[in-house]
């Protein structure tokens, strides 16, 4: 093999050929006899006389040379810079129709599950508590004290002296639940919000998210099946509203008040209230056994931490191209961890991936 054999095959072998990396060579000579042409370059794609002709060559060929000199004693930088080839976008295309029966099977998976939440948790009387139709008083008492004390503001002003309004007190766990859950639905604002299916979703992410965070997966399942969908080609993305933009630029942030208030529930469960007579870890562990068999919004619950432990790392996976690149094994191996995973995304998503 040639020395330009070899030059032709170290590039073809560097991914010079059908990727978008550019790499640069400079093949210096002090002698005549030591120059190298490499044949490709010499009969193929020569150095351009003209700027025109250059751009003209890498548009055709998607390759551009160029240096100072031809002459055989001076130095010359060859660059090549390939663009992705036809046929890598059609390999790309011919996989997405390759997955489509396995993506109807999950569409339908989620369209039964959807069916199911709704029947099963809201309308149906066999599942624990009151169905939506006969839901009883005490029960929408109980979802006002728990809406509340969301995130544990209003008993954490209690306790450091501020009254302008005092917390309902409720048991711990019911409140350690609810917390939970609500800490887990805003940490998917930001992989919602930078889900580069989201196309698929003609709607308002604001809404929906909106809805997610008092009504949980009554909406978040839908979204999860509609992403399955064939990209619309005439559809292009929306620029993200303001909501969206603050989820995203501020990502960490909402992870850092998402995993907290996410571990906050844990501790307030077996911890919280100690003065109020509601017992030890024992004992707050089966009331939250009896509660979540007893009221239909505890039972809710439980499913949505089901599907959010199953949604995550889908999400997570299919988005891992938006976290920092040194993060991304570490990202890819936390998702399966409920709310952890969610945290490290929020945590290593890249600053410029507001729309990926």
């Not at 072998?13 to 990396?21: A, I, L, N």
């Not at 005549?32 to 010499?42: M, T």
């Not at 006389?49 to 001076?74: N, Q, T």
Request: with cysteine; proline share 4%; hydrophobic share 45%.
């Amino acid at each position: 093999m040639t020395l330009g054999d070899q030059f032709i095959s170290r590039l073809a072998s560097k991914g010079c050929r059908g990727t978008k990396m550019a790499w640069r060579l400079i093949l210096c000579s002090r002698s005549s006899n030591s120059w190298i042409y490499p044949p490709a370059l010499l009969y193929s794609h020569s150095l351009p006389r003209s700027a025109a002709s250059a751009r003209e060559r890498e548009g055709r060929d998607g390759l551009k040379v160029s240096g100072r000199s031809r002459h055989r004693r001076s130095a010359c930088l060859i660059a090549c810079r390939a663009k992705k080839r036809s046929g890598m976008v059609e390999d790309e295309q011919q996989a997405w129709e390759d997955g489509r029966p396995l993506r109807q099977v999950q569409q339908a998976a989620l369209w039964a599950a959807e069916a199911a939440y709704i029947l099963w948790l809201f309308l149906l009387p066999y599942a624990p508590g009151d169905p939506i139709w006969a839901i009883k008083s005490t029960t929408i008492n109980d979802l006002v004290g728990l809406s509340l004390n969301f995130f544990f503001i209003l008993p954490w002003m209690n306790a450091v002296g501020i009254h302008v309004l005092e917390a309902p007190v409720l048991h711990p766990a019911a409140e350690g639940l609810f917390n939970f859950v609500i800490g887990w639905t805003l940490l998917f604002a930001p992989v919602l919000y930078t889900d580069h299916r989201r196309d698929r979703y003609s709607g308002s992410l604001d809404v929906l998210w909106g809805f997610q965070m008092f009504l949980t997966n009554t909406f978040l399942i839908p979204y999860m099946a509609i992403r399955l969908n064939d990209m619309d080609v005439k559809h292009s993305y929306n620029k993200l509203s303001q909501l969206g933009s603050l989820m995203t630029k501020g990502s960490s942030i909402v992870g850092a008040i998402g995993g907290t208030v996410c571990v906050a529930s844990a501790l307030w469960t077996f911890f919280g209230r100690p003065d109020a007579a509601f017992g030890g870890i024992a004992d707050r562990w089966d009331f939250l056994l009896r509660y979540v068999g007893s009221e239909r919004l505890a039972y809710a619950f439980i499913w949505d931490i089901c599907l959010y432990t199953m949604f995550q790392p889908w999400l997570i996976g299919d988005n891992l191209h938006n976290v920092k690149k040194s993060s991304v094994s570490i990202v890819s191996n936390l998702r399966f961890i409920p709310v952890l995973g969610l945290v490290a995304y929020t945590l290593c998503l890249e600053d410029d991936k507001s729309i990926s």
